[in-house]
């Protein structure tokens, strides 16, 4: 496998990836931008409808050194204007990938995908997958069963998005299976011979 040629300046910062320079300043000609700093700033910097992929997974409430814990209402209400920045950057065929898990207060279980959903949707996205990405470690629950997933919404902002499948099949369950019933698909494969289309879960 070919790896990517990385280049560090002397403060470690990621200065060339693959041979391209890396900013640190938002420019419509820059192949590579990082921006440090508060998100709603950094998208602040950027022009609307550029970005083709967004993939976020935001602080979840629970308490994290990065965040003050707040009650469910706070912190939606927090994260509103994040929201509407990243619509507002959203190409007009890009896809937007918002991963969460669950909040919990006084034992009962909030997942944050239900309250996120519609605020995505009032700003005019359309959902196209609710993935579900489950693990194995984390705290051992004594009153529910351990809450093992999260959630991603994979969210677009039109009916015209890219979605490249070929290159992420995975192998079909009954590999060279054909069609048996008399007719013209008859000893054809009844599978696409790439293997099939990836489920909405994974590990
Ligand atoms: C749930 S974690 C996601 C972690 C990420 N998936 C990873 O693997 O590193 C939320 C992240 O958002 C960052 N964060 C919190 N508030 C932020 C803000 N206002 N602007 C930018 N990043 C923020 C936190 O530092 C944390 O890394």
Not at 103 to 124: A, I, Q
Not at 139 to 147: D, Y
Request: glycine fraction near 8%; include cysteine; charge should be negative.
């Amino acid at each position: 496998m070919q790896t990517a040629q990385t280049l560090f300046d002397e403060d470690c910062r990621l200065e060339q990836y693959s041979g391209k320079s890396i900013h640190e300043e938002f420019a419509q000609d820059s192949e590579i931008v990082f921006l440090h700093g508060d998100s709603i700033d950094s998208l602040g910097e950027c022009p609307p409808n550029f970005a083709k992929l967004i993939i976020t997974s935001p602080p979840y409430n629970v308490g994290k050194e990065y965040e003050t814990q707040t009650n469910l209402k706070n912190y939606l209400k927090a994260l509103e204007p994040m929201l509407d920045e990243l619509v507002r950057v959203l190409a007009p065929d890009g896809s937007l990938c918002w991963q969460v898990g669950n909040y919990v207060e006084n034992k009962e279980v909030f997942p944050l995908d239900f309250y996120f959903y519609p605020l995505f949707k009032e700003r005019g996205l359309k959902l196209r997958n609710r993935i579900i990405w489950t693990f194995e470690h984390g705290l051992h629950c004594s009153t529910r069963f351990s809450g093992r997933y999260e959630t991603l919404l994979w969210f677009t902002k039109g009916d015209s998005y890219v979605f490249n499948l070929d290159p992420v099949r995975v192998p079909s369950k009954y590999p060279g299976k054909t069609h048996f019933k008399p007719g013209p698909k008859y000893g054809l494969p009844s599978g696409n011979p790439l293997g099939k289309t990836p489920a909405t879960f994974g590990s």
